[in-house]
């Protein structure tokens, strides 16, 4: 089992940062995938950004591209989600995410694949 926990949410005025940390526990050994899911209310849940925690290749969503940077401190444990220049579409609940497995090609697609997840994190961007 891998226990996840997200902080770092906050309000933020658009153009501004946050930095979101995602502390995992247990088998965490075992995690091969990790990354940053967010779900605004009304709509689908979104792939923001993962990463193969070996190999630390990296995917990003095409909205957060060059805003958002992904680093984790394998010595912690922690997945952190830098999160530049904000806008106020980024405003979601965002939610961590780990599994064993590859995810293929495509891994913002295959959130649903996504085994431990985190309770979330808020983040509200205003204009």
């Known amino acids: 089992q891998v226990q996840l926990v997200e902080s770092g949410g906050g309000s933020v005025q658009a153009g501004g940062s946050l930095r979101l940390s995602c502390a995992a526990s247990?088998?965490?050994?075992?995690?091969?995938?990790m990354g940053w899911f967010r779900q605004a209310p009304g709509k689908e849940r979104e792939g923001v950004a993962v990463?193969?925690?070996?190999?630390?290749?990296?995917y990003y969503g095409d909205s957060v591209q060059g805003r958002f940077t992904l680093s984790q401190d394998k010595a912690k444990n922690t997945l952190y989600l830098q999160m530049n220049s904000l806008k106020p579409e980024d405003t979601a609940m965002y939610y961590c995410?780990?599994?064993?497995?590859?995810?293929?090609?495509?891994?913002?697609?295959?959130?649903?694949?996504?085994?431990?997840w985190g309770q979330g994190t808020q983040v509200t961007v205003s204009s």
């Open positions: 995410a780990a599994d064993r497995s590859h995810m293929g090609w495509s891994p913002l697609e295959r959130g649903r694949d996504f085994k431990y």
């Open positions: 247990g088998s965490t050994y075992s995690i091969y995938s």
């Open positions: 990463i193969y925690v070996g190999a630390g290749s990296t």
